[in-house]
């Protein structure tokens, strides 16, 4: 078959020349630095349209459906985040409702905003000691559904940013029993299909929609993700619609000819590619359980009842117990080692490990670890003194997500908020997750979580105000104006 890829590398070395957008005309001198200009289109003849594909990249996607063995697949030049909004909005109608998972991306959060939609939430086991979420248990996604027949579809997140995967065989078999579609938010999973070492893709377990982002695990650039269509549950037309409208009129060529290249190589060279990779990675595993103090976070050592399955490319090292917390770890990483990791928590800081991965960068962070676990003490070896780590604790829900966005609003102090009801999310970012969102009523624990997040230097996001000092309130009485007096309860 033409390869997207090989034919904007072509036209990029050819004469022609152009008299269309974008506006660098192909010219890299006129830009102060060096971009691939040269294979940076528009919809021109031959090159087919995202939108209404019938050719080179209608191919490109028939070929990554191919591949991972699903009915469908659609580009995402907008990343995860445009396939889950179009996903959620095809498959629950306007004002309908939704039964998801509470550590969902923020991503779905506005699906539910902008389509108006109810959730019925089921929170994830958690470990307490770490904050780390776990996964899913298909009898209680069962129970829920027995309890909400009108819930038009499911959605968890599997694996979790943290590595953690559900059971999403039986929850499929939970939902089809209830004649609704399982979508799966599988963004940190698209390596799975490639290899056994890891665990098997939501797209072979029976979930009828799968979103994955190619760029977080796979080589292939930022904003780079696919929605694969694996049954018949969701109407096709309806997913084509939502995705043309969550994304871009003007695709980027750049990123769509990157996906096609990322599923020629995996096709052409991916078996040997990932069996070094997971044979350098099993390596440096083995090195890392080695040390002492900070230690590499296994399935075993968290709540064996919320862990299914579990992603070993995702490389946490746990401080907990010891003189240095997550985000003290993360900074000697970066300052001192030039290791960048991918998120600090409290008690955690995780990195991913990817097919793009070297040898020498797994040796160097090995390296990093070992000296830092060197340096580091016990402070209380067996955590008895460490404060449990609860992020994501049930919230009452007083209005949906769209009426308290949608109400007049009146800015708090934190601590005078406790009550009154939100009319903002928070969260912390990575992983996007909301510790709070627009609707549910203000706690003392959300309080007290956002201070100790800031005590260890984490940092809020969501809130409109960054200092993380106040919160917008939502008035409960949808007649009420805004006013230069706090909203009355």
Known sequence: MERLYRKLENYGKSDYYPFHMPGHKRNPESSAAAFPFERDITEIYGFDNLHYAEGIIKEAQEHTAQIYGTKR???????????????????????????????????????????????????????????????????????????????????????TYDGVVSDVKNIAHAAHKFGIPLIVDEAHGAHFHFSKYFPTSAAELGADLVIQSFHKTLPSLTQTAVLHVCSDRVDLEKIKRFMGIYQTSSPSYILMASIDACMDKMEQDGSRMFGEFTERLENARRRLMKCEHIRLVRPEMLNSTSVYDYDRSKLLFATDGTSVNGKQLHDRLRNEFHIEMEMEAEKYVLGIAAVGDTEEGLNRLCDAIEQIDRQTEWVDKEGKEEKECCSYAKMKQLLTIAQAMDAPQKRFPLEESIGKVSGEFAYLYPPGIPIIVPGEQITGHFVRNVRRYMEQGLEVQGLSDSTSETICVAARNEGLQETDSPVKE
């Open 73 to 159: 697949c659609f580009f995402s030049v907008n990343g995860s985040t445009a396939a889950l909004l179009a996903a959620v909005s095809a498959a629950v109608g306007k004002g309908g409702r939704i039964l998801m998972a509470r550590n969902c991306h923020k991503a779905v959060y506005h699906a539910l905003y902008l389509r108006e939609l109810e959730p019925v939430y089921i929170y994830p086991h958690e470990d307490s000691r770490l904050g780390i979420n776990g996964g899913i248990s298909p009898s209680r996604v069962e129970r829920y559904l027995e309890e909400h027949q009108d819930v038009q579809a499911v959605l968890i997140t599997s694996p």
